[in-house]
């Protein structure tokens, strides 16, 4: 079963991530009133425990994930051309708008790390809150594919 392995929010740009535990997650402010939380299509993003592995595995660097600076952490699922399916934990429901590109703080981090990040979807996806929910570490999660 695929769970919920980390959440985390920033206040502001270039800031660092901070780690919680649990977090209401609302249309307006995204995960626990994120820096980036605003309505739109990238209003929340989730990255792969998986596929972070991959991508620091082929770069040679053993990083936090929350170097990512991704929201929400889950393991257990293949994210890869998931774009318009619906991702649930708990009440929470997210739609996956697109693949997260790697951005420039991942090439100051490390070259190789960028390159690595641009297969197989390893940079996670995008999403919009379409249901808000409050959500924990440790919550099931499951990846609802459209019809």
Same mark, same amino acid.
């Given at each position: 079963m695929a769970r919920l392995m980390g959440i985390a929010t920033r206040e502001k740009k270039r800031a660092p991530m901070v780690a919680l535990e649990r977090a209401a997650v609302t249309r307006e402010n995204g995960v626990a009133d994120d820096f980036r939380g605003k309505p739109g299509k990238r209003q929340v993003t989730v990255?792969?425990?998986?596929?972070w592995a991959a991508a620091c595995l082929a770069s040679g660097a053993a990083l936090d994930w929350t170097v990512r600076r991704a929201n929400l952490l889950v393991e257990g699922l293949d994210l890869r051309k998931s774009t318009g399916c619906i991702l649930a934990i708990g009440d929470l429901r997210l739609?996956?708008?697109r693949e997260t590109d790697?951005?420039?703080r991942m090439a100051e981090v490390s070259p190789a790390l960028e390159r690595a990040l641009l297969e197989e979807w390893r940079g996670g996806v995008c999403c919009?809150?379409?249901e %808000?929910?409050?959500? %924990?570490v440790g919550d099931p999660v499951e990846l609802i594919h459209a019809d």
């Open positions: 990255l792969s425990k998986e596929g739609l996956i708008t790697p951005c420039e919009r809150v379409l %808000a929910g409050k959500i %924990a």
